[in-house]
């Protein structure tokens, strides 16, 4: 029989996990951008705005038919 504790613990449990995939995840991504970048942050992050721009005036474009 499962108790309200015991889904408690279960979930509480699952969501450490899923805490720690997403931890591994953003070290292996900062390690990577920052081989890609040479360390540089300041370029990263300039990489990363321009990106988004471009990305926002895709999408503001109107759709032709």
Same mark, same amino acid.
Not at 28 to 35: D, G, K
């Given at each position: 029989?499962?108790?309200?504790?015991?889904?408690?613990?279960?979930?509480?449990?699952? @969501?450490?996990?899923?805490?720690?995939?997403?931890?591994?995840?953003?070290?292996?991504? @900062?390690?990577?951008?920052?081989?890609?970048?040479?360390?540089?942050?300041?370029?990263?992050?300039?990489?990363?705005?321009?990106?988004?721009?471009?990305?926002?005036?895709?999408?503001?474009?109107?759709?032709?038919?």
């Amino acid at each position: 029989m499962i108790t309200e504790f015991v889904a408690q613990v279960d979930i509480q449990q699952h @969501e450490a996990e899923l805490v720690e995939k997403l931890e591994r995840r953003r070290a292996v991504a @900062e390690r990577v951008a920052a081989r890609r970048f040479n360390g540089d942050r300041l370029a990263m992050i300039a990489h990363l705005a321009r990106q988004a721009r471009a990305t926002r005036a895709v999408a503001a474009r109107p759709v032709s038919c």
